[in-house]
């Protein structure tokens, strides 16, 4: 049989059910799909292709997803480090938005930050910003796969003046994208703290009537969970739990650091998902997710990086290493968050939370052929004894050799495929003469 | 003048007392040391070389110091993980040591280790275990800078029967490497658990007797603080203080993950440095150590990896980027330990520790070349605001592109430049292979 693209030679972790592992496999694509999963001598016999490419015993696995990004603040790259957060947000963040923030902006931003996505192995970014037509755009030449959310919150911004406009957008996006391939849309209220109730009402409705999913950001901060309570007397989930929103079939929340228990089970029997940003959380002092009961209740949690303004980078693999490390010695407990879970959270638990787990997220017959290839055949990834352990203790982003998404070379052998390397990095210098030049 | 390499077009981030950032600056190199920094203009002037090597912008910086290494074990990385100490230590580290540990061993894993401390941009290694004239050839054949510490112990091990050996070994090793540009010899008594009093004090009579430092762990484990507070009725620090090691002019101890103030304020007041390994300290749940004594004190603090067994990589850039945003996170300040700070731990704090700050540390007319040069000019890196924050947060290893040690490259463009990586690779596949076998 004549298919598309076989991915031969391959030590395949697949990440399926029983978390089998192949040695000596193909991986067979047809149709932007996965066809087969077999032994390179079976593949010889059944399958032929013009396209063969010796993956070298590499580690052959699904692509990560970054469940949560804000890609448009690409170019705002470590601008404000080691600062209070207010000043972070006030003096640096706020003031570039103000004044740069436009569509043209938005485009090569996001450009970039997809690009830069890809040379991390990541396959697909779930998105939150304004203009997200821009991000889509963008992810769809460099050929990431995305689910843009569209940012609703009250205040006017630099980009819409009222809260009208923003659906209205919303609207238009939600219909252009409705039959592509890589392109999703979902509805992002910002928080329980920049959207009033009435708006997170409509947000639910209009959730409903566009079938969109919802990504919000929920229980980042100390003080997001205090004024809740002041203002309405109950926690932010029981909140956001009478707008009706957690009856929605798929809502994303990003963070969750200060979730308390009663609202994890809430969480939790909702069958919604929280995703976890522990560099940013750390590095902007926001508290520490409580993973031991996202654990206890079987909640599901997948792994984002936050934008790179507060990370300072899109790497899901260095998100991997923190997470399985950081609560290890908080819990007192070397046994706590096996490699193999933290593989997990970043694969098919995000494909889960996004409501594509039966397209994404492992390597398996019929899904679709989102796939990164390790090298590690190099001084640092040996000896390697455990396939899991090495990608979550050992691994920095740059051993990831090949990206493929929908059956399509992204990144081969480090260089993006898509769009020419130097005249990304050009553009970012140039904003970044003019951000630091207009600060 | 004619001098022997001349590293042109480089942002220059020096570490100096004051620091000195330089754009466009050649770093001038003459029989091993740093001849001069000044800017490309002058530098064209003044000097002439028949090795000119354009940096093209990239940052050029101070080696990296590796403050606590055992590089023999670099065959057991990632043996075993995500279990508690005693079983991964008793039933798999010490059952490999027990079988495979010998003189070709300790060589081979310590000329794999020397070649992956490079490729991480390590310039200088503080090592610890047995049979160290291994470790030392061994890295000398790769051109890394080392100190290496002899272990003592008191219960006899695979390789020495009794205690009188370690000594007699010890002796001829720092006789050996008396006048050796590239090699320390340091004693290395193992902890305060492992060696009796007897033997501690005749460490100390060892130390003054051939003008060795002195590498020992110290405060790793809460059971090592309770255990010395039960046997000894003080604390671990106070216990070291009576054998009279504290004295003694160059004493590291590795981790200090449990030292109470006064034990902090002590060592400060010795002058000893702090050798810290969060990310081994976080995977084995060993502890915190206490960041803010140890900045309140004025205590000198530095970075190690600790073994590939426990950490899984030799990745200072990721220590750096861990235990900066760890302490923000944990003290809920987003301020703590600054980027700069961290960049201090890893360079200049080290050379202190080691007592090698007249050579080492920053780029310094006088001071020995060791240098990295690391790559800004990629997707990942830019845009660039900040040098520091975008070295401590942002950057991952494979980003050094040139590693060069006492004035020679070492690494250039991520390729060994005095071992055969292919070689290097199939050894550790082939030990990977015995090891598993007989586990």
Chains 1, 2 share one sequence.
Not at 344 to 357: M, P, Q
Request: glycine share 6%.
């Amino acid at each position: 049989m004549f298919v598309d693209l076989i991915l031969k030679n391959a030590t395949v972790l697949s990440v399926d059910e029983n978390d089998t592992i192949l040695y000596d496999s193909s991986v067979v694509i047809k149709d932007n799909y996965i066809y087969d999963i077999l032994s390179d001598a079976e593949a010889v016999k059944k399958y032929e292709s013009i396209n063969i490419v010796d993956i070298k015993k590499n580690i052959l696995m699904p692509g990560l997803i970054n469940a949560h990004t804000h890609l448009p603040m690409s170019f705002m790259k470590g601008i404000a480090d080691d600062l209070p957060l207010d000043d972070w947000l006030q003096k640096h963040i706020w003031p570039v938005e103000a004044k740069f923030i436009n569509e043209e902006f938005i485009y090569e931003s996001s450009l970039f930050g997809a690009g830069e996505a890809i040379k991390n192995g990541v396959t697909m970014c779930n998105d939150m910003y304004f203009l997200e037509e821009q991000v889509a755009e963008a992810c769809k030449k460099m050929g990431l796969r995305v689910c843009v959310g569209e940012g609703i919150l009250d205040f006017p911004s630099a980009v819409f003046t009222d809260l009208e406009k923003r659906f209205t957008y919303l609207r238009s996006l939600s219909e252009k994208y409705q039959k592509d391939r890589f392109v999703d849309v979902a509805i992002a209220p910002h928080s329980i703290y920049t959207c009033c109730n009435d708006t997170l009402k409509r947000c639910v409705e209009f959730s409903k009537d566009y079938n969109l999913p919802v990504h919000i950001h929920l229980s980042e901060t100390k003080k997001e969970v205090e004024d809740c309570q002041k203002e309405h007397g109950m926690l932010p989930t029981h909140y956001l739990n009478e707008t009706g929103m957690l009856d929605l079939p798929i809502v994303t929340v990003a963070h969750g650091v200060w979730l308390q228990s009663d609202e994890i089970e809430l969480l939790k029997n909702k069958n919604i998902s929280v995703i976890i940003n522990i560099d940013s959380n750390l590095k902007l002092a926001s508290g520490f997710p409580p993973m031991e009961d996202f654990v206890r209740y079987g909640m599901n949690y997948c792994l984002g990086t936050d934008g790179v303004a507060s990370n300072n980078n899109l790497s899901i693999i260095e998100e991997m290493g923190t997470l399985a490390k950081l609560y290890k010695g908080l819990y007192s407990d070397p046994t706590f968050l096996s490699a193999k879970e933290v593989v997990r959270a970043a694969t098919i638990n995000a494909a889960s939370a996004l409501g594509k787990r039966k397209q994404l997220g492992s390597l398996e017959s019929g899904k679709l052929a989102d796939i990164i290839v390790v090298d590690v055949n190099n001084i640092e990834s040996q000896p390697l004894y455990n396939l899991y352990s090495q990608i979550v203790y050992n691994l920095n982003s740059d051993k990831i050799k090949h990206t493929i998404i929908d059956g399509k070379f992204v990144m081969k052998d480090r260089k993006l495929v898509n769009h020419d390397e130097k005249e990304l990095i050009l553009l970012a210098k140039n904003y970044q003469k003019q951000i630091k030049a207009g600060e």
